[in-house]
């Protein structure tokens, strides 16, 4: 397996969109996720796909706003977050851990080993 490296993050205006991708090749039969963390909180799990059909699951917070998807050749994970607001500020990480399973749990980001550096994600008022 390679290292997970996020990109895409940045500063948008609340109402606005980013697209964040996880570089994440070899991964195959990992549950693959994307997790945040708010300056001065605990992470917190946004959504991840379960293997091995992709099918996603969302944190209640993110619903109807967030999608999850991985390209064809299952290298890249993608976020497309819409609609953000400033409750959606801080620095999102991809992370991966074997699936599927118990441990792929959104309120559970310590089942999770291996995490991408983090990209910073800006939304003002």
Not at 96 to 116: Q, Y
Request: charged fraction near 15%; charge should be negative.
């Amino acid at each position: 397996q390679g290292l997970l490296a996020e990109s895409g993050g940045g500063s948008v205006q609340t109402g606005g969109s980013l697209r964040l991708s996880c570089a994440a090749s070899g991964y195959n039969g990992y549950c693959m996720g994307w997790f945040r963390q708010a300056p001065g909180k605990e992470p917190e799990g946004v959504a991840y796909l379960d293997p091995p059909h992709g099918v996603p699951h969302y944190a209640d917070s993110v619903k109807g706003r967030f999608t999850i998807s991985q390209d064809a050749a299952k290298t890249t994970l993608y976020l497309q977050m819409s609609s953000l607001t400033p409750e959606d500020t801080g620095i999102y990480s991809c992370a991966v851990v074997p699936g599927p399973g118990s441990r792929c749990a959104l309120d559970k980001p310590e089942n999770w080993p291996s995490w991408g550096p983090g990209t910073f994600v800006t939304v003002s008022s």
